[in-house]
């Protein structure tokens, strides 16, 4: 299929020849053939037009789970991956966040043949440990061979000496472990972060000195034994400080934050709504502005979604009894786009894929297409009828969003509304 996309203003600051301005751009058989003012419209060709037109290179998000396979009722691969499409992302990093969880190759490869023709291409995580017991490690080399782009027990705490055999055998294949940042003893049978908040309304806390301990000896871990490090979706200021330094040392250390905990604090408990209940829990104002700041002087690498669809029967609970989680792709654009601004957000929502080894895409002539259209413009509140995820556990439900994301042509597919 030719397509056409007429007027689109181009948001890509690594392209400074076109970035914000307004062009056509023709692409035959997935490969962009020429981005130009005006175009004519060869034979054949689909023209897409939209209200205010964008384009950028394809979304990226580092943390994603859906539920198959054993809960297919939060989120199968394919629906999960059509929300992801209308929700501008082409590349996603799945977390083995499942039931078996993923710790050969025949699972990666089952992950990888289920996800096969759509727009958005899945990249799998596999399990650090057999069964993600965090007894054994799994069969890491294995599965990369498979296409396992990392390997992570999903927001498990590992024990010291597992990280460190892990990090020195994931070297013999450039591998890369992931380390959840929350050390056991200190959190307790907490569910939200410890302080002022959680003392008023009699919830049990975490302070946020459990993740700050993990991440002190997780890092004090790396620079024993070398390897790559990632430490996903941070939450406190200490920890921006601990990566800060780390990163002056020279490790190989990078780490993300949830897009909810960039921009909500634990004020919002005092509903007592359970979709506020994630993991990492929401920390202070002083937290958040912390992470923004580690964000633009680059201490966090990136931002994730952290998409976690849990089944209204887990969340539909007393608060303490409730699961950790919230979908967040459908709501990923317009939260950062309502809190940062259009340069920034998407700045923000195309860097991370190097770190998996996954080639980033180029929006010029000769290359794949890999797009995401939206309009960046336009405030809307978040409604739960307007989710398309099979869970409805979205943190953001309520809340005022701006900007509309109209979809994604990559793979030699469009997936548009």
């Not at 025949?106 to 017991?133: M, Q, W």
């Not at 202070?284 to 976690?308: M, R, S």
Request: net charge neutral; glycine share 8%; aromatic share 8%.
């Amino acid at each position: 299929m030719n397509i056409l996309l007429r007027s689109a203003t181009i948001i890509d600051s690594n392209s400074p020849a076109i970035h914000q301005k307004k062009r056509d751009i023709l692409i035959k058989d997935g490969i962009i053939q020429k981005i130009a003012s005006k175009i004519n419209s060869p034979k054949g060709t689909k023209e897409i037009k939209r209200d205010n037109l964008h384009v950028s290179l394809g979304w990226f998000d580092s943390s994603v789970s859906f539920g198959e396979p054993g809960f297919e009722e939060r989120e199968t691969i394919s629906n999960g991956l059509q929300v992801a499409a209308k929700s501008g992302f082409t590349d996603l990093v799945l977390n083995p966040n499942t039931k078996p969880t993923p710790d050969t190759s025949s699972d990666i490869v089952f992950l990888k043949e289920r996800s096969k023709d759509f727009a958005t291409n899945l990249y799998p995580i596999g399990n650090l440990t057999a069964k993600g017991t965090g007894e054994h490690l799994a069969e890491l080399f294995d599965m990369q061979n498979a296409g396992a782009v990392a390997f992570y027990d999903f927001k498990s705490s590992l024990n010291a000496n597992l990280l460190k055999i892990a990090l020195l055998y994931a070297q013999n294949f450039n591998g890369l472990v992931l380390s959840y940042p929350e050390e056991l003893q200190i959190k307790g049978k907490g569910t939200v972060n410890e302080g002022e908040v959680s003392t008023r309304l009699g919830l049990k806390g975490i302070p946020g000195l459990s993740e700050e301990l993990q991440i002190a000896r997780d890092l004090y871990i790396l620079e024993y034994t070398g390897g790559k490090l990632h430490i996903p979706t941070i939450s406190t200021a200490g920890s921006v400080k601990l990566i800060a330094e780390a990163k002056k040392k020279g490790l190989d250390v990078t780490a993300s934050v949830a897009i909810h905990n960039l921009i909500l604090s634990d004020a919002e408990l005092e509903s007592f709504d359970s979709n506020y209940k994630v993991k990492p829990p929401l920390r202070t104002q002083k937290d958040a502005k912390a992470l923004l700041k580690g964000l633009q002087n680059k201490t966090i690498d990136f931002v994730t979604a952290d998409h976690t669809p849990i089944d209204i029967e887990q969340k539909r609970v007393e608060f303490d009894n409730a699961e950790f989680g919230s979908i967040g792709l459908e709501s990923a654009f317009g939260a950062l786009n309502s809190e940062l601004g259009i340069e920034e957000t998407i700045q923000l929502v195309t860097k991370g894929r190097e770190r998996f080894g996954i080639k980033s895409p180029e929006l010029k002539e000769g290359e794949a297409a890999c797009f995401t259209l939206f309009n960046p413009d336009g405030a809307y509140t978040y409604e739960r009828s307007s989710i398309v995820s099979t869970s409805k556990n979205s943190i953001f439900i309520g809340k005022q969003l701006k900007g509309v994301v109209y979809g994604i042509i990559n793979n030699k597919k469009m997936a548009l509304d």
